[in-house]
Nanobody, 129 residues
Framework: QVQLVESGGGLVQAGGSLRLSCAASGRTLSNYAMGWFRQAPGKEREFVAAINWSGSSSYYADSVKGRFTASRDNAKNTVYLQMDSLKPEDTAVYYC??????????????????????WGQGTQVTVSS
């Protein structure tokens, strides 16, 4: 089992930045591809970003590409999501997730939550206009 705990959410003005963290316990994260998803009120949970086990490869939803950056520190068993140039439409609960699957397999398919095996409880991000 992998336990994931997100932190770093909060209230920020449009144009600002936040860095989310996702700390893992139970197993080393270096065995897992990691993803970030978000869910706004009344909407489906949507894919944001994914990063491979080493941090050398990542991909993003078009809506955040060029503004968000995923990274990881396997020595700290932690993954990060740096969010810059935030917009009000980025307001959502952000979740990290771990997938015990090959990153290339994940990347070759339309991202969905069913691909991921473990989830954190989420952290709220609110962007004011």
């Amino acid at each position: 089992q992998v336990q994931l705990v997100e932190s770093g959410g909060g209230l920020v003005q449009a144009g600002g930045s936040l860095r989310l963290s996702c700390a893992a316990s139970g197993r080393t994260l270096s065995n897992y591809a990691m993803g970030w998803f978000r869910q706004a009120p009344g909407k489906e949970r949507e894919f944001v970003a994914a990063i491979n086990w080493s941090g050398s490869s990542s991909y993003y939803a078009d809506s955040v590409k060029g503004r968000f950056t995923a990274s990881r520190d396997n020595a700290k068993n932690t993954v990060y999501l740096q969010m810059d140039s935030l917009k009000p439409e980025d307001t959502a609960v952000y979740y990290c997730a771990a997938a015990n699957k090959r990153f290339e397999w994940l990347r070759s398919r339309r991202p969905n939550r069913e691909m991921y095996d473990y989830w954190g409880q989420g952290t709220q991000v609110t962007v004011s206009s």
